[in-house]
């Protein structure tokens, strides 16, 4: 991991992490470890956990103390009976069993996430950047960006459930699809999700009712204040859309 060695800081505190435990962090995230904290990493695994979540927070949970494993569950709004059964376990040291909880109840947090986007009215939504802009899917070219002023056809979007993720589906037919791409661009695709796993974004619900996308690279979906749609390492202010209908 970019920043893990013997020590690292987490949550302002010191905790030690072995070199094998840190190496094999490194090894599970991959490009979504780049220059995190351990907090940091378990907050991201929890928020958009996959197959790799369980031993990611199994390894951070041995190096870490029930202050710090609350923390994290509050940061990534786990349930309280959640929490509350996990750090039993915890304190039991039965690690796996706490690691298994947090990370069920963090996929039941974004089955929930998913569904809730693709079920209320259809799927039907904008998408709306935290500069009063909309996300725009153009029509004759391959391209998306953000646009000031009253939302037209092209600022309409379909997003689709795909079993704890979700899909972008520009209005135009026979149908394309927001991608992705692993320099950080973000564009328009026309194959099939099942054929394009860069089209899947993992939901997350912030505490201020707005929403952050997950890509498949481990970074956020963000819109810019000069309208340009990319994807960022970071979920900051940016980071953040508001969804309403169409």
């Given amino acids: 991991m970019g920043n893990l060695s ?16 840190a190496q094999a962090m490194n090894t599970a995230l991959g490009p979504i470890a780049n220059g995190k904290t351990p907090c940091q990493v378990a907050q991201l695994a929890l928020a958009a956990p996959d197959e790799k979540s369980h031993s990611i927070i199994l390894f951070l949970i041995k190096a870490s103390t029930e202050a710090q494993i609350s923390d994290v569950c509050a940061k990534a709004k786990i349930p309280v009976q959640a929490k509350n ?11 796996d069993r706490a690691a298994t909880i947090l990370v069920e109840a963090a996929r039941q947090k974004l089955r929930e996430s998913s569904s809730e986007l693709s079920g209320a009215s259809g799927g ?10 909309y996300m725009r899917a153009y029509d004759q070219e391959w ?10 056809d092209w600022e309409h979007w379909y997003i689709e459930d795909w079993v704890g993720k979700v899909v972008f589906k520009a209005i135009h037919c026979p149908g394309r699809f927001l991608r992705a791409c692993s320099n950080g661009n973000v564009d328009l695709v026309g194959s099939h999700p099942n054929d394009c796993r860069e089209t899947f974004w993992k939901p997350f619900k912030n505490s201020d009712e707005t929403w952050s996308f997950l890509s498949v690279h481990g970074t956020w979906l963000s819109g810019l204040g000069n309208n340009v749609v990319c994807c960022m ?6 980071e953040k859309f508001t969804l309403p209908w169409w």
């Fill in 85 to 95: 059964e996990a750090i039993a376990a915890f304190k039991n040291g039965n690690y």
């Fill in 233 to 238: 390492w970071e979920c900051k202010s940016s």
């Fill in 143 to 152: 391209k998306v960006d953000l646009m000031h002023g009253e939302p037209r």
């Fill in 124 to 133: 039907r939504r904008m998408i709306k950047s935290e500069h009063g802009t």
């Fill in 6 to 21: 013997g020590k690292q800081s987490f949550n302002g505190n010191t905790v030690t992490i072995n070199m094998k435990q």
